[in-house]
């Protein structure tokens, strides 16, 4: 979708937010898309402060088990991580300058060729085994979004060619701010833009997701992160943003989360049954970004409430602040 027209859809206060999905193409997808290729999908990924080697050890040994995209840590991980991957095709994924993106851009370029080096010299196979997420400072795009292309370009450089995905927190994002970010993230020559660190306001929602893929095209990398813990949240975020085969590829779509296995076990649930999981329907606040306000500064959330008030689905909600 051309950029005016994006920017119109996103202007239409009758827009209705993401919340159907039709029961035909969610089986279409259910039926394509077999646990290999599930698994090729997620990056496994555990960010917590108390992480020890044994749960990286464990990642590791599902991720060679399933065949996971990549496993993601801290870049203190890294001392870890590039032995017991090595000879694999599983990616190492480290966070730069997670969760807050508040560093400057010196401090996240350091730490992206830190990062990078140290893989390279402990796994020894050279590049395409790593992956970054970085974090925008997304204060700093409010106030300046030519400093977002600045630290993007920091960390793509010392990213040395590797990949690197972009987290612009989108639930602290108006929908025009997540529209333009997502332009920028494309020409500071990143590879993927990420909706979330999971620790934001909100984590992955449809409608973020469909603006995303939207915003950059079928030739760039989506990745959804946040609360995605079973399947049928996956298979609306891959509708919204994957839809088409040949997007549901892992250079193109991810799924960032920190419960892999049941994942994949819900999947094998819904694929023994598919039409009766595709018939139940979500209720649409749940799913709606619209509709998780509580937490945003009030500029956001008076934005996210208007669109509210005109929406077909607005008895559903009931906080307190609608």
Not at 113 to 122: I, Q, Y
Request: charge should be negative; charged fraction near 30%.
């Amino acid at each position: 979708m051309a950029a005016k027209a994006l920017s119109r859809s996103i202007d239409d206060e009758a827009r209705v937010p993401l919340v159907e999905f039709p029961p035909q193409e969610l089986v279409e997808i259910i039926e394509a898309l077999t646990p290999e290729k599930l698994a090729s999908l997620l990056d496994a990924t555990d960010l917590k402060a108390d992480t020890q080697e044994p749960k990286i050890k464990k990642l590791v040994d599902w991720a060679l088990d399933y065949g996971f995209a990549s496993i993601c840590v801290n870049p203190v991980e890294v001392d870890i991580l590039p032995p017991l991957l090595k000879r694999s095709p599983v990616k190492e994924c480290y966070v730069i300058d997670f969760p807050l993106g508040k560093s400057s851009i010196e401090s996240k370029r350091r730490l992206a060729a830190e990062t990078v080096n140290t893989s390279r010299d402990l796994r020894g196979e050279g590049p395409g085994k790593i992956e970054l997420d970085m974090v925008i400072n997304v204060g700093r795009f409010k106030r300046d979004p030519g400093y977002t292309k600045e630290e993007i370009e920091a960390v793509v450089d010392g990213a040395h060619g590797e990949l690197v995905k972009v987290i612009v927190r989108s639930g602290e994002l108006t929908e025009e701010e997540l529209v333009q970010v997502c332009g920028m993230v494309k020409e500071a020559g990143a590879d993927f833009v990420k909706n979330s660190t999971g620790m934001d306001v909100m984590g992955a929602t449809p409608e973020h997701l469909w603006l995303m893929r939207q915003a950059v095209g079928p030739d760039f990398g989506v990745k959804a992160a946040g609360g995605i813990s079973e399947a049928m949240t996956v298979l609306r975020l891959i509708y919204a943003a994957a839809r088409e085969p040949d997007l549901q590829d892992p250079l193109k779509f991810r799924i960032g989360t920190s419960a892999p296995l049941a994942i994949l076990a819900t999947m094998d649930w819904i694929r023994a049954n598919p039409q009766a999981w595709v018939q139940t329907r979500v209720i649409p606040c749940t799913i709606c970004p619209h509709g998780q306000t509580s937490k945003q500064r009030r500029e956001v959330r008076e934005i996210y409430i208007k669109r509210c008030r005109t929406c077909p689905f607005r008895h559903y909600r009931e906080d307190k602040d609608f």
